[in-house]
């Protein structure tokens, strides 16, 4: 039997379906995670399980989250080339192994892509165990490159990412890939994603720093805009907050310091007008997110803005280590969105990581966008807490047809809610 080719010519017309199935019953969790790059080299946009539409269109690039059918789990990742962005250059595709499970040969593990046609699709790859080595790893499967007048090329690539939950845990073996195509990239990968309400990006399991910058667009007249981040544990209580008053952290739940608030440029659309610091590893094991939010202060006085509906685009930035840190990735909550005075901009919620340790975890940044009444931050503290519970995607406006996700990827399970006030 001739060897099945590794690089494979696709029509920049065409549209793809990349589809992970394996055993329902292995009580092994996989996610099939698609890695944008840009032409200048950058990791822009990514889906996964827990981003399940690009942030350009649904169309563009979507994934399914997961779904059962018969025995089998089953992820998807859809993308239509005739409508993909231009600047985009390169898109990796992975398989990433979550914890601990059985060996891939005990799967019953399949990767196929292939172009929907009908009557009957048109297999482009398909790739089953044994992988040599390749037991429990993540693996870069294949990778799809833009070529010349228009077209696409599919390339089999089967590199085993140790110690990788998630792209951003691979951003060194991924940057190889990267330079390989785009020779003029910078000495390490950059990631530069521009999230959408209910979307969720993990932060590498190694990050000890963390900078937010808070900021909006327009003037607000006599009204201000003042922010505050309010640390929480896993059952809803309210442990402390930064805010103008309170520049930083000191109570017994975490190490002194560990998050800190300044104020930045307070002209509306010159810089961050609040800057927030977070040392990750100086924060207890209590805590368990961190909300952030926005209130407005109206003046008695017509010429000020009264709710965020009147207010240009609110933004959260999230930013890797100090002060020339460079942004990961941004929030923007869209124009005229929500007629209160409050506005729930995200959280950074912290999970376990299996592969660190029987301690590690790992933070991600969930943007919410979701409004709050009251001027300022203790007023939001219940709607914070009944938050708990909730899952990021159920924000996300799915793709159409989009399948119902599966009970074990929420992020929050079986927690009671709890009403708390913060003292």
């Not at 073996?173 to 020779?183: K, T």
């Not at 999230?195 to 720093?209: N, Q, R, Y």
């Not at 505050?228 to 930083?248: C, D, H, K, R, Y």
């Not at 909730?390 to 929050?412: C, S, V």
Request: net charge negative.
């Amino acid at each position: 039997m001739a060897k099945a080719p590794s690089r494979i010519d696709v029509d920049g017309e065409a549209a793809l379906n990349l589809r992970l199935t394996w055993d329902v019953f292995s009580e092994t969790a996989l996610d099939l995670q698609a890695v944008v790059v840009d032409n200048r080299g950058r990791i822009v946009d990514v889906v996964c399980h827990n981003n399940m539409k690009g942030t350009c269109s649904a169309r563009v690039l979507s994934h399914s989250s997961g779904q059962v059918v018969g025995a089998c789990c089953t992820q998807e990742v859809t993308t239509m080339l005739k409508e993909m962005p231009a600047a985009v250059h390169l898109i990796l595709i992975l398989v990433c192994y979550l914890g601990e499970g059985a060996p891939y040969e005990a799967l019953e593990l399949s990767f196929v892509a292939e172009q929907p046609q009908w009557p009957m699709a048109h297999r482009l790859m398909t790739l089953e165990p044994p992988w040599g080595d390749v037991t429990h790893s993540s693996i870069l499967v294949a990778s799809l490159v833009r070529a010349r007048a228009g077209h696409w090329q599919l390339r089999r690539e089967m590199q085993a990412l140790p110690n990788t939950e998630h792209f951003m845990d691979a951003l060194g073996s991924l940057h190889q890939h990267v330079v390989a195509e785009i020779p003029h990239v910078s000495p390490s990968l950059q990631v530069a994603i521009p999230v959408e309400k209910g979307g969720v990006l993990a932060f590498p399991s190694d990050m000890k720093t963390l900078r937010l910058g808070l900021g909006y667009s327009g003037e607000l007249g006599r009204s201000e805009i003042n922010s505050a981040a309010i640390l929480f544990t896993s059952a809803g209580e309210a442990l402390e907050a930064v805010f103008q008053g309170n520049p930083q952290i000191s109570g017994d739940h975490s190490q002194a310091g560990a998050v800190s608030f300044m104020m930045g440029n307070r002209k509306a659309g010159h810089g961050d007008s609040e800057i927030i610091h977070i040392r990750l590893d100086q924060l207890g094991e209590l805590v368990h997110s961190i909300y952030v939010c926005m209130h407005i202060t109206a003046k008695l006085s017509t010429t000020g803005v009264q709710t965020f509906a009147d207010v240009g685009h609110p933004y959260c930035r999230a930013c890797a280590g100090g002060v020339e840190g460079a942004e990961i990735c941004r929030y923007t909550v869209a124009q005229g969105a929500g007629d209160a005075k409050g506005v729930i901009l995200c959280r950074l919620q912290r999970s376990i990581c299996s592969r660190g340790g029987e301690k590690a975890s790992r933070w991600s940044f969930c943007a919410l966008g979701i409004s709050s009444q009251g001027t300022r931050f203790t007023d939001a503290i219940g709607d914070m807490a009944n938050l708990v519970e909730l899952d990021p995607r159920t924000l996300q406006i799915p793709a159409e047809g989009k399948p119902d996700t599966l009970d074990f990827w929420n992020l929050q399970r079986n927690r009671p809610q709890c009403d708390c006030s913060l003292q």
